[in-house]
């Protein structure tokens, strides 16, 4: 590789790691207004999604599921507890688990949420196609790379 082709490694516009992020953080500004309907933040809708779909799971689980260690979640699930919509109970059978399971309120806030995702995406991609285009290379990608990551460790 030649220097200049070197050179322009080095530049923001060249780096995925950035690009990612940045349509990240753009992503979360079109959730922005319609999770304040629902009092919660992106973060706290991530969860949420998971306990929707799942009823009840430890915090390890949710950790996976969301990619969070938790020193990151903990914090998180401790203001939603503070908030009434969710619980945080140890496990019965095995005291260093931590189950996770939604309120009433929690389980009422789906039925709000419902129009989120249709909300956000309805102008941004143009069509289910494209969406499920985009959805499956980012899932590739993301898969490729924690992959990469757990092999590393």
Known sequence: MKTNEKEGLLKLENQLCF???????EITKLYQPHLEKL?????????????WERGECTVKELGEALYLDSGTLTPL???LQSAGILNRERSP??????????????KELREQALSVPEAVFGGVCGSPEEFDLIMRQFKDLLNHVHSRNLAKS
Not at 39 to 51: A, F, K, P
């Open 39 to 51: 009092g919660v933040t992106y973060s706290q809708y991530l969860v949420l999604l998971v306990l």
């Open 93 to 106: 059978h095995d005291e260093r688990k931590v189950l996770i399971t939604l309120t009433e309120k929690g």
């Open 77 to 79: 699930l401790k203001r």
């Open 19 to 25: 690009t990612i992020y940045a349509c990240s953080r």
